[in-house]
Structures are given as C-alpha cells and as structure tokens.
C-alpha cells in the first residue's frame, strides 16, 4: 500500500474541486491551462475561441500586453493601500471613467464586483429618496446579494434569505403603459439593464428606456441603469445608455471594467453627492491600486485601439453572417449578442464546443449568448460561422 507521501498527484482539478468546492456550478468538460487573444488553451493543447469570455470579463480578451503590463507595474509598485489614504491612480482611474460616462455622471464609488455595485447603487437610491419601494424589469438579473437578487427577477428559487430589504415590483419589460402607471412618487427607483445579458441579450427598445427616464423624473425617482454586463464597450459604446441618448442618475459598472481584476464601479450625478458623507458608504478593497491601473488600461486600450468602432463592425459581420444553421436570428447590441436557435441553446453550445468554439446559454432556453471579447476578429466570426452552419437546420 502507498503511504500518502507516495499517493501519485492528481493534476485533473475537476474531481479535486469536486470534492472541495461547494457544489454549485456546472462546469465545462475541459480544463483551460492559459489563454491568449481570444483562445482558451488546455493542458492537452486544444486551442478554443472563446466566445463568452468568463461572463463577459476579457474584454480585451487575454494576454493583452497593456493590461499585463499595467498589473504587473502596479502590483511591483504598490499592490495595496485602502481608501484610508488617497492614492494617484484611483484618482486617475475615476477621473478615466467619468471621462467617458455620459455627461451626468460626476462622481464615482468604486466596490469590487456587479452585486456590490448594485446593492450600494440600491441603498443610494433609499436614502437619496428617503423611500423604501423599488422597481425592476421582468427578466432582469442583478447579482445574488440581497439587494441585488431581491430586484432579480425569479429570484424566489434560490433568494435564500428570509426577508427582502424593501419592497420590489417588477414592470412587464416593454410595457410603456405598465411603466406610467407603476412609477409613483412612491418609488425610490427603478433599476434596468438596458440589454437584458442573462435574459438572452434582450435590448430594450429606445421608447422603453425614455418612459422610465420621463416617468422617475417626474415623479422624483432615481434612473439606475445596471451596465455590469452591457457597460465598458460592449454595446458598442461605453455605456448602453449612451446609444440611446438616456442619463441615468446611477450607472453600475464590474466585469469587464478591469479586463479580469475583480472591480465595480458606481458612477453618479453631482445631485446625489450631498447625500453622503464619511462612513456612510465604504468597502476595504474598492479602488484598490492594482484593480485602478487595470481600469486605467482598459479604458486606454478601448480608446487608443478604436475597440468600439471594432464592436460595431463585429457585430454587423455576425449579424450579416450567422443567422444559419440552428440560428433563426439575432438580438442584442454589439458584443452582448442573443443568437434564438431552434433548438435548446444548450445542445448548440455543446455542438459547437466540439468545433472548438465556446459561446454561452441564458435565461432563455432557446437563446445562445454571445459576450465576445471587444478584440474579436473577423476571422473568428467566420470560424463561428462555418461551425454554425455544419449544424443542419431543424424542420418543424
Ligand atoms: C447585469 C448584471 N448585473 C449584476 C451582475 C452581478 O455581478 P457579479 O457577479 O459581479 O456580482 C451580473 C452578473 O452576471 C449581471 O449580468
């Protein structure tokens, strides 16, 4: 018998994190080693185009030298300091991101994820408002804390606390009507995705976003516009709300926001600014230094490699090519893209990993996620493309 010591490793970290993770991820059947551009490498060398970027985290996709290059230079420099102490790229990294939020914007809280964005975003608005009823979009997804997944919608499932923090109704999504009608001066405000990303990358209409604008303005309500998903180029633009000409009060901001640094963001209006002083919001490692110069990057090389200009022509070229094969057509904005198959989602996206093509499901049985890194090439949409089109449309 082999003594522990002589116990041969096991280098598969599926069984080990089986066996020591808790179990509530399904996970891919294959295990990345490294990646670079747009690839996803395995141990045993197979090369994947990933079409889904970690949840649409690697907008600059991976290996990116501006980004490496900017972690590594800060973390040799000074890897942590807390907000305790005032520091030349957190201000640098707001002063970057209010630079290109739409002209409202003026001050920014910085957190470390999606959730924590809106769960801050959300006590903002309480407070701000001195109100305690808050309104969601049917389908929308907000983060799993509790404020966050109390403005989820069909949270109930997994929610998991015993209460929810305030009270919550949600407005059928695109429902004009709807929105008039529930926006009161009740309401401490409304919180929306303007492309639904775990419904399916669902864009709500430019009529849809305006009434809710209209409506909290009237009646004193606060406008978050949760751009976690959509936000930092992926539409297209750096924020979603900016294609359609709307100024929220709020805008959230995390995943591709550090290019794979975990960060959030909370960018506001200088209205909201006298709501809060010391103590009254704070976190330990928002606005960290290597998190800020990850953030500095990102905006950088979206700006100095004309990134947004590439979404746009990226996502004309999959919507020119890739309504074939299982793909019955297209929704969503820019990168953020919802591919409505005729089949479930799911055996498309098993299919075309055996192309070596990764892309992501939804909310949506049907619809395939498209959350691409910003650097995508034309070639890749046409690997995409050839791999769809083996597929072989269903007739029913
Ligand atoms: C629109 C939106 N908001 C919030 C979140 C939560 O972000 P995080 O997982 O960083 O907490 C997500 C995550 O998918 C999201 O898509």
Excluded at 199 to 220: I, K, N, P, V
Excluded at 233 to 245: E, I, L, M, T
Excluded at 373 to 388: G, R, S, Y
Aim: proline share 6%.
């Amino acid at each position: 018998m082999m003594s522990k010591a002589e116990t041969v490793p096991n280098t598969d970290p599926r069984p080990r994190e089986a066996a020591t993770t808790l179990p509530v991820y399904g996970q891919l059947p294959f295990v990345p080693e490294r990646a670079a551009g747009c690839d996803i490498i395995t141990a045993d060398g197979r090369r994947i185009l990933d079409l889904y970027g970690g949840h649409a985290v690697a907008a600059l996709g991976y290996g990116h030298p501006r980004l490496t290059r900017a972690i590594s230079e800060q973390s040799s420099k000074l890897v942590f300091q807390s907000n305790a102490v005032a520091l030349d790229i957190r201000a640098r990294a707001a002063e970057k991101l209010l630079g290109v939020a739409p002209d409202e914007m003026r001050r920014v809280f910085f957190v470390n994820s999606g959730a924590e964005a809106n769960e801050n975003a959300l006590r903002m608005a309480c407070v701000v408002t001195n109100r305690n009823k808050i309104l969601a979009i049917t389908q929308g997804f907000h983060g799993r804390t509790a404020a966050a997944a109390a403005v989820t919608w069909n949270s109930d499932k997994w929610y998991g606390f015993p209460y929810k923090p305030f009270h919550v109704d949600f407005i059928p999504r695109e429902d004009c009507q709807a929105a008039i009608e529930m926006i009161g001066s009740d309401i401490a405000a409304v919180i929306v995705e303007p492309v639904q990303g775990v419904a399916g990358a669902y864009d709500l209409s430019a009529e849809f976003l305006a009434a809710l604008r209209s409506s909290t303005r009237r009646h004193g309500a606060l406008l978050i516009a949760d751009e976690v998903q959509s936000g930092m180029g992926r539409c297209g633009h750096f924020f979603a709300v900016q294609a359609h000409g709307i100024d929220p009060d709020i805008i959230t901001s995390a995943k591709a926001l550090g290019g794979g640094i975990p960060c959030g963001a909370i960018l506001c209006t200088e209205d909201i600014t006298p709501h809060f002083g010391p103590g009254d919001l704070g976190t330990t490692f928002g606005g960290g230094p290597v998190a800020a110069a990850a953030i500095c990057a990102v905006i950088d090389t979206i700006e100095t490699d004309d990134l947004l200009a590439n979404v746009r022509a990226r996502e004309a070229q999959i919507r020119d090519q890739c309504v074939v094969g299982p793909v019955q057509k297209i929704q969503g904005m820019g990168l953020l893209l919802g591919l409505v198959c005729d089949r479930p989602a799911v055996e498309v996206r098993n299919a075309l990993l055996q192309y070596d093509v990764l892309t992501g499901t939804s909310a949506d049985p049907h619809v395939l996620r498209i959350l691409a890194p910003l650097v995508l090439e034309a070639m890749h949409i046409d690997h995409l493309t050839n791999a769809l089109e083996s597929l072989a449309p269903r007739s029913n």
